[in-house]
C-alpha cells in the first residue's frame, strides 16, 4: 500500500517522516519490534497448530500429558483440603487383568496359572494367556475409521522394570470377539488363525545375542505416547536364558509365518483363508501379478485385520502387513503363491501410505484346488 502525501505518491523521506509524525513516544522502530513479535508469534502458534493437527500421536501424547496434570493438581488439592487424595484412574498393573506365560498349551487361564513360566532357553515354545474380570468389551480402545468400528489392545516388549518399548502390536478384534473373558496366543512357534499366534515375541528374541536377558510383555489399551505406568492393564517379566547361545528361535522365526498361515510348514499346503477383503488391495496386488505375467484365477487374503505394529519405541503403528494368496496356471501346471502386502503410516497424512508387495510364487498344487 502507497502512503500519499498532498495528493501525490511520497517520497521515502517523506513516508519516513509521515510515519514518525503518527508514531509519538515509543518511536518507528519500536513500534515495528512490537508488531513483528505479534505477528511471529500468531504464525509459531498456526504451525504449531498445524504440526499438531497432522501428528495424531502429538495429540495423543499432549491429551495424556494433560490427563496426568489434571490428576496430579487434583490430588494436591485434596491433600490441602485434607481428604484422601484422589485415586488414580487405573494402578500400575490392572488386578482386573492377569497375563501369564507358559511353554505348554492349556485349555484355559486357570490351567495355565499354576504352569506359569518364568524363564524360556532357546528354542522353548512360549504361550500366552490373558484373563480378564468380565468381558473384553470393557477393556478394549474404540476407534472408527472408513471401514467402520475398530476394537483394539496394544501390546509391547521391553526390558523388565524399564519405561521403554523394543517394538510394539496391535491386536484388532472382532465385535462378536468382544463377549470373550480370556484368550490365549502361541508366542513361539506359532498358530494359525485369527488372534491364535502374536509375533512381537519370536520377532525379539530371534535377534537376541547370547546372554541372560531380563524382559516384559505389557498390554495396554492406551493407543498415545507417552505411556505413564498406570497406562497399562497387565505387565508380565520373563527371563530369556540363552547363556549357551542361540540358534533355533532364529529358525523358528523364518517358521513362524507358515505356521500362521496354514499350521504347517510344509509350504505344499494352501494358506487358509481369512475375512480380510479390500478392493483398493486386490487391485495393487492384481496390478502387480499382471506385470509378472501372472494371470490369477483367484485371490484370498488369511487373517480377518491388517496386522500393525512397530520395530521403532516411539511407535505402535509404523506399518501394517496383510497376507493374500493367488492361485494361477502356468501351462499344463498348476501353481500358487503368496504376497506379503506391507503399508507404512505416514503421519503428516494420518493415513497409511501405498503397498510394497513381496510376492513368493511358483509352488506346485494340483489342478484339483484351481477353481
Known sequence: MAVTICGGLASKRQMKLAIIKRSPGMGVRSNVKKTSKVVLGFIVMGLVGSIHAQFPQMRQADERRREMIAADEARQAAEKQGKPAV????????????????????????????????????????????????????????????????????????PAGDVTAKSHETIEFSKAELALSEFKMSLAPGKAGHNN?????????????????HNELRISDR?????????????????????KGIAKYPAERNSFQSLVLRDSTDESKLPIAGKFDDKAVRTELTNRLTSE???????????????????????????????????????????????????????????????????????????????
Do not use: H
Request: hydrophobic content about 40%.
Open 293 to 371: 505375467g501372472i494371470v490369477p484365477t483367484s485371490i484370498y487374503f488369511s487373517d480377518d485385520f491388517w496386522g500393525e505394529y512397530s520395530d521403532d519405541p516411539s511407535s505402535i503403528r509404523q506399518f501394517r502387513t496383510i497376507t493374500a494368496t493367488f492361485l494361477y496356471r502356468s501351462g499344463a501346471a498348476c501353481m500358487y503363491g503368496t504376497a506379503d502386502i506391507t503399508q507404512r503410516f505416514a503421519p503428516m497424512n494420518d493415513r497409511f501410505g501405498e503397498s510394497t508387495i513381496d510376492l513368493k510364487k511358483d509352488i506346485a498344487i494340483p489342478c484339483s484346488e484351481i477353481k
Open 87 to 158: 485415586a488414580a484412574a487405573r494402578p500400575v498393573t490392572n488386578v482386573d487383568v492377569q497375563m501369564v506365560l507358559t511353554k505348554n498349551d492349556y485349555k484355559s487361564f486357570a490351567e495355565a496359572k499354576p504352569n506359569a513360566a518364568t524363564v524360556f532357553a532357546d528354542g522353548d515354545p512360549a504361550w500366552l494367556y490373558i484373563k480378564l474380570n468380565g468381558k473384553l468389551e470393557k477393556y478394549v480402545y474404540r476407534t472408527s475409521d472408513p471401514s467402520g468400528e475398530r476394537f483394539l489392545l496394544f501390546v509391547e516388549y521391553g
Open 197 to 213: 499366534a502374536l509375533a512381537i515375541y519370536i520377532k525379539n528374541v530371534a535377534v537376541s545375542k547370547p546372554g541372560l536377558w
Open 223 to 243: 493407543p498415545g505416547f507417552p505411556r505413564s505406568p498406570g497406562d497399562y492393564l497387565a505387565k508380565t517379566a520373563f527371563n530369556s536364558d540363552f547363556s
